[in-house]
């Protein structure tokens, strides 16, 4: 005589959905890559760097970073002065940031002496 069963055992699923849960949530936090959120301009052509720049990010609404740490108004040359002048600057500017005010971070960092100044931009 068999048993008739009337009931769906869930457990099991439930076990299996926090098993996935778990995984996507471990390897969402290894995907971040901790950088100052911009949006980039496009470019058809871009090389490659072999070197480790300075990287300088300019967000949309104006704020400077430098290697992710932030840089107070007008303190731009207080943190690039410890660093040789060989060394190269890459700038992260957001592309919507005031041709003005990149131009005159850019200026600024041509002014202290550093040479190799480029900009970083996402293949099209």
């Known amino acids: 005589m068999g048993r008739d069963i009337d009931q ?13 849960l778990v995984i996507v949530l471990t390897t ?3 995907i971040t890559t901790g950088q100052v959120p911009v949006q980039l301009a496009k470019a058809k052509e871009s090389g490659e760097r072999k070197d480790v720049p ?3 990010t300019m967000t949309a609404e104006g704020s400077l970073f430098m290697n992710d740490q932030p840089v107070p108004p ?3 040359r207080i943190v690039l002065n ?6 190269s600057v890459l700038v992260r500017a957001d592309r ?5 005010r990149f131009v ?11 040479q190799q100044v480029n900009l970083e931009v996402v293949r099209s």
């Open 8 to 20: 769906i055992n869930v457990i099991p699923l439930v076990d299996v959905m926090l098993v996935l």
């Open 74 to 76: 007008d303190g731009l």
């Open 54 to 56: 300075l990287v300088i």
């Open 104 to 114: 005159a971070v850019v200026d600024e960092i041509r002014g202290l002496g550093f």
């Open 28 to 30: 969402a936090t290894f």
């Open 96 to 100: 919507v940031t005031v041709l003005d």
């Open 82 to 87: 410890p660093h040789p002048r060989e060394s």
